[in-house]
């Protein structure tokens, strides 16, 4: 059974730092890209970034490029989401999702294979 789990989101104020972490179990991990995606009330699942299975690609949202760099540990099954700088407007939960043999620039919700259940992240200013 694949299970994807994220950890560390949280309440921070603006201009503050969280890390994501999201660990995948019942899976080869190094033959899934892995995207960080996120979704605010009321609007649309969003891309934020996406990393190649080998980690030497990473993709950015424009919203997020610059601020919210993401890596993969794969002897640990790990992928992350260090998130700078934050601004109010980030407050979203946040998912992470698996998608196999993937390139890593998947911005399409429906194309990602796996799901973990999100985090809660909240900006405030």
């Known amino acids: 059974q694949v299970r994807l789990v994220e950890s560390g989101g949280g309440l921070v104020q603006a201009g503050g730092s969280l890390r994501l972490s999201c660990t995948a179990s019942?899976?080869?991990?190094?033959?899934?890209?892995m995207g960080w995606l996120r979704q605010a009330p009321g609007k649309e699942r969003e891309f934020v970034a996406g990393?190649?299975?080998?980690?030497?690609?990473?993709y950015y949202g424009d919203s997020v490029r610059g601020r919210f760099p993401i890596s993969r540990d794969n002897a640990k099954n790990t992928v992350y989401l260090q998130m700078n700088s934050l601004k109010p407007e980030d407050t979203a939960v946040y998912y992470c999702?698996?998608?196999?043999?993937?390139?890593?620039?998947?911005?399409?919700?429906?194309?990602?294979?796996?799901w973990g259940q999100g985090t809660q992240v909240t900006v405030s200013s």
């Open positions: 990393i190649s299975m080998n980690g030497r690609r990473t």
């Open positions: 019942g899976l080869r991990f190094s033959n899934y890209a």
């Open positions: 999702a698996a998608d196999y043999l993937g390139m890593g620039n998947e911005v399409r919700p429906l194309n990602y294979d796996n």
